[in-house]
């Protein structure tokens, strides 16, 4: 399982808020409009309980929403560039996220999630990574950064 | 339809219940009769003959001579699986290890009581009926039937209150062999009988090569029958085929002995023996399985002896017999297996109670009542009849008590529970492991890593604040974790954690809850309470564990008894 296997080129975008819960809800909506998920409202609620327990800015501009729910079948990921910067992420380096990548995995994928996960820190946290990310002007530019 | 009414209801009398529903009323008070009893703190076998008292001819006469004869067959089965099962509690080490007390103490606790109730009849007896030759042979007629003792009665007690140790071991063997010593005893009472009486139908001899052929007859069909069972239990695995198998050749093996009139008992006895003493595993798992299936065959039987029991023609007379009898028998019995436990070095539980586990009387009893009846009619065969009804009647009673009191005064009440018993008596809470460390859903992967490696445990229930189940991880989840601990702080608990398929409180019974694992293929289940907060959690590999450990002590505990 690769990124790219999960991202669809559609489900890139330039966030246009810059609060963390309307970047979240935006990226579902994306998701929504690509006819990855339904239930919209539901999975806005799990993501947004999931960040109370604790915020998933790791860092470096990065943030990784995530959850695991029976409402996919297949892993599915967004990704949403903020040129302004989220500055109420509460990233544990206390610095505003640029760059938010979503993840939903289904309720058993346990493995595929992580792997996801992992594959995608890793290729964020590369030296320049995310000023290359934010530099970028075309949706398609920064699809092809994740699929590689 | 009131004429229609009236029709149906104007046939239907106690005379015309069939045997069916009878023995469907049989079994139903019998067992309300021994949960009663047991209640009571009371053998639950005393409740089934209380029933048969109250439904037969000393009671309701609901169940008449005419069904109890017709049920006899139905006795006969029974009292094969009876000494099938006793069969199956002598094995080889048993024999070995206790063998020789087990002959000792029964020719004490055998001959006793036969020279005690032979004098004190004959002594009383002379004053009572004028004639000194009734008294005396009444009195050595009574006597050997007093050496016998009762094995389903005691078996019962023994398997209600699942005892383990060396009184239970010396019981089973002694009620195995002792009606053996009350056939000789009545033998030889019977040829003095008859000479003093005058009524010689067989000489001494005769009588010892017959009931030789008894004894020896019956051993040969118990062995045959149990070597066949043995060679085909070997070739089957099917459960329901064992089953099958082993009833059938209790069937064959009962049915055989009344045809060819030797001792029943002993020969499904031996059958039991050969079959435990063959290296095969399976003749355990076949007693198991027999064992399963008698449960409401011996409540039948109980119930039909308490039916049988009739006590309505006992005179003046009669009642000082019984009472010399049971005064003989009992004392005889008690002072008997005590020396017979001194002689034989026998564990002190068993010198101080046995004897108080010898008291019933039944099946043997009254059968060699008949015999001698029919050998000596008239007022000896009357006497001995009504005697040995009564006097099975109060032992019936007060027999399985005393025995439970014998066997609970030598700590061995308890001792031989399997799995199923140790299942069927807990609850959920019982078994649940209370200290099971338990992850908040915010604890970040290297803390759960950091819980995973304190302890040993497969399964850790993921909480939330105010202690609620929310899920669980397994050590399959966290694996995949493992390699990828540059995630940190960004995979928590809450990521981590499976839904919980099942969940229990502490108050279930342990076999609902092993029902539950088994049929969901369970590994764990949550023990929560009813507001959800996790209590502890049972898992599957040590649940099964602490089962097999608590036999395992339970046994040691036996086993240092003596």
Known sequence: MEIKDSLNRKCVCFLTRNTKTEAISQLVDLLKTCGKIDDVESIKEKLLYREKLMSTGIGLGLGIPHIRTEMVTEPVMAVGICKEGISDYDSIDNKPVWVVLLIIAGKDQHRQYIKLMSQAVTLLKEPGMIETLKNSTTSEEIYKIFAG | ?562
């Open chain 2, 1 to 562: 339809m009131s004429e229609f009414l009236g029709e149906i209801i104007s046939g239907v009398s106690l005379q015309h219940l069939n045997i069916l529903f009878l023995l469907g009323l049989a079994l139903f008070g019998g067992t309300i009769g021994g949960q009663l009893f047991q209640k009571l703190r009371i053998p639950q076998v005393v409740g089934y003959i209380a029933i048969g008292i109250l439904i037969g001819e000393s009671g309701f006469k609901i169940v008449n001579q005419d069904t109890i004869q017709a049920l006899q067959p139905f006795n006969y089965f029974a009292l094969g699986l009876i000494g099938f099962m006793v069969g199956g509690e002598l094995k080889k080490e048993v024999l070995a290890k206790y063998g020789k007390q087990f002959v000792t103490i029964l020719l004490f606790e055998g001959i006793t009581p036969f020279l005690l109730v032979t004098v004190f009849v004959g002594v009383i007896g002379t004053f009572l009926f004028k004639d000194w030759k009734l008294a005396w042979s009444l009195g050595l007629l009574l006597g050997a039937i007093a050496s016998a003792t009762d094995p389903a009665t005691t078996t019962q007690v023994i398997r209600e209150y699942k005892t383990r140790g060396p009184l239970t071991k010396i019981l089973i063997g002694i009620v195995a062999l002792d009606d053996g010593l009350a056939l000789l005893l009545f033998v030889l009472a019977s040829s003095i009988a008859g000479s003093l009486t005058g009524k010689h139908q067989m000489t001494l001899w005769m009588k010892l090569l017959h009931t030789l052929y008894e004894i020896g007859g019956s051993v040969l069909v118990g062995v045959i029958t149990g070597w066949i069972l043995k060679k085909i239990v070997t070739k089957y695995a099917e459960r329901g085929r064992l089953l099958a198998y082993s009833i059938g050749t209790v069937l064959l093996v009962t049915g055989l002995s009344i045809v060819l009139k030797i001792e029943l008992l002993l020969a499904a006895m031996t059958a039991g023996i050969i079959l435990i003493n063959s290296r095969s595993r399976k003749g355990k798992i076949l007693f198991d399985l027999v064992e399963q299936f008698t449960p409401p065959i011996y409540v039948l039987f109980f119930v039909l002896i308490g039916a049988k029991l009739n006590i309505s023609h006992l005179s003046g007379v009669s009642l000082a017999i019984v009472g010399v009898y049971l005064v003989g028998t009992l004392s005889g019995k008690t002072i008997g297996s005590h020396f017979g436990g001194i002689i034989s070095k026998a564990p002190a539980t068993v010198r101080k109670y046995l004897p108080f586990g010898l008291f019933s009387q039944a099946g043997v009893a009254i059968g060699l009542s008949i015999l001698a009846a029919q050998y000596f009619p008239g007022d000896i065969g009357n006497t001995l009849v009504i005697v040995i009804t009564a006097t099975t009647f109060i032992t019936q009673l007060i027999g399985p008590y005393c025995c439970k009191v014998a066997l609970t005064k030598a700590d061995e009440v308890g001792l031989d529970i399997t799995e199923e018993d140790i299942i069927a008596q807990s609850k959920a809470k019982d078994v649940m492991d209370p200290n099971i460390p338990l992850i908040n859903e915010n604890q970040t992967l290297p803390q759960v890593l950091s819980k995973f490696s304190e302890t040993d445990n497969l399964f850790y229930p993921v909480i939330d604040e105010e202690n609620r189940l929310l899920g669980v991880i397994t050590i399959e989840n966290i694996k995949d974790a493992f390699s990828s601990f540059e995630l940190g702080s960004l995979i928590l608990a809450h990521d981590l954690m499976e839904p919980v398929t099942s969940v229990t409180h502490p108050e279930t019974p342990l076999f609902d809850v092993k029902e539950a694992i088994d049929r969901q293929a369970l590994e764990f289940i949550p023990v929560v309470s009813e507001d959800n907060m996790v209590l502890g959690i049972i898992e599957t590999r040590n649940l099964q564990r602490q089962i097999s450990s608590r036999i395992l002590e339970l046994r040691k505990q036996a086993d240092m008894l003596g």
